[in-house]
């Protein structure tokens, strides 16, 4: 493993996580294996798949519009750089020790490529104000924590993300599962209701580190000004003794249970790796 096991969630660290709902984590990964990823970018979305491996959908799509963002859920499944880094122990331990577990397993993952607009004015790769358990509401907790990891130097001129500070205390908000929708000012009006703090944060992270957060922390993410595309991985991962929760939502992720899913079960099959065990 190339990444540094100096690294470790400190008494501070987790007090930040409490408060704001996310950390910033230093440089995770090396020169070498940022390069390995954005390599592996390309490889994706030019269609090569490792392995005998396939995509939920069988095909990686580009979007219709070539500004647009572009996503791959579970690209672990057809990607061995990106399977080593979503299931990376040392990722893998920092969120334990942040969701206070002893048992770290991916939910799913997502690769990320916003292109640049240049000097084109558009929303079109806007990620929505949204929270991430908006989705994720068949899980029968909200302790799951998404690592978010750039590729290159990412602030706000090229798209990065921003956190709501503490919104992770609000509760799950209904119908917070607004993603695609493009709109940064109209979310933000519906969300940043009375009696909630709307502290927008922007995760500045330099090529190798990583943001974690809340699964219910509000976040989202603005145009690339730039003239490069922004890359990312995510890895959204769960805590200890994870299961499906019932009549509550469907995701895709529930067809990976089995034919016949029932309440209670654990997402712990090999759909679901552990990153981490204490
Ligand atoms: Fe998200």
């Known amino acids: 493993m190339e990444t540094s096991s100096t690294i470790s969630i400190t008494e501070k660290d987790l007090e930040i996580y409490r408060e704001k709902g996310y950390w910033i984590s230093p440089k995770l990964i090396s ?70 577990t002893d048992e ?66 609000w509760g799950l908000i209904p119908e917070s599962n607004t993603f695609f929708d493009t709109n940064l000012a109209s979310l933000k009006n519906r969300y940043a209701t009375e009696g909630k703090e709307w502290i927008e944060e922007p995760c500045i992270l330099k090529a190798g580190q990583a943001s974690f957060h809340h699964a219910l922390t509000f976040h989202g993410s603005g145009p690339n000004q730039t003239n490069d595309p922004r890359l990312s991985v995510v890895a959204h991962l769960m805590s200890k003794g994870t299961a499906f929760r019932t009549g509550v939502q469907w995701h895709p992720n529930v067809t990976h249970l089995g034919p016949r899913p029932y309440d209670g079960q654990l997402f712990a099959n090999d759909y679901f790796p552990v990153l981490y065990k204490r």
């Open 104 to 169: 770290v397993r991916l939910w799913h993952d997502q690769v990320l490529y916003k292109p640049g607009l240049a000097d084109q004015v558009s929303d079109i790769g806007n990620v929505g104000w949204h929270q991430d358990f908006g989705y994720w509401q068949c899980s029968s907790t909200t302790n799951m924590v998404t690592v978010w990891l750039a590729l290159q130097d990412t602030d706000l001129n090229n798209g990065g993300m921003m956190s709501i500070a503490g919104s992770h205390k």
């Open 31 to 100: 020169d070498e294996r940022i390069e390995k990823l954005r390599q592996a970018h390309e490889r994706i979305w030019r269609g090569e798949i490792d392995g005998d491996g396939y995509t939920r959908n069988g095909l990686v799509n580009l979007p219709d519009d070539p500004l647009k963002l572009r996503k791959l859920d579970n690209g672990w499944w057809i990607n061995d750089e990106i399977r080593d880094i979503v299931t990376d122990p040392l990722i893998g331990q920092l969120a334990a020790d942040l969701m206070e």
